[in-house]
C-alpha cells in the first residue's frame, strides 16, 4: 500500500467511526514544499556518455566510481546512476 492509499484510508476510518484526530493523521502524510530548490550542479549524461561509461565500467572492473567520475567529468553520484540503470 502506498501513502496516497494509506491516506486515503484513515481519511475514510476517520470518518466512519467518527475520529477527527485521524483526518488530522492523514494530512501529515503530505509532502512539505522544499524550502529551496537546489540546482543541479553536473549536467546529465548524454545516451552516448552513459553507453560510454557503462562501456569503461565493463571493460576496467577495477577502476572506480570516482576515477570514472573525473575521467567523464561529472559527478560519483551521477556515474553510479548510470552503471547501475537509474538514469537513462
Known amino acids: 500500500m502506498r501513502i496516497p492509499e494509506i491516506r486515503d484510508r484513515l ?3 476517520a ?3 467518527g475520529i477527527a ?3 488530522d493523521l492523514a494530512e501529515e502524510t503530505r509532502r512539505r514544499s522544499p524550502l529551496r530548490v537546489v540546482r543541479a550542479r553536473w549536467p546529465r549524461l548524454t545516451p552516448e556518455q552513459q ?3 557503462r562501456s569503461e565500467f565493463e571493460d576496467n572492473p577495477s577502476l572506480g566510481v570516482k576515477d570514472l567520475a573525473d575521467r567523464f567529468n561529472t559527478s560519483i553520484g551521477r556515474i553510479s546512476e548510470t552503471i547501475r540503470g537509474f538514469r537513462s
Open 11 to 13: 481519511h475514510q476510518l
Open 15 to 17: 470518518d466512519e467511526h
Open 21 to 23: 484526530e485521524l483526518h
Open 51 to 53: 553507453q560510454a561509461v
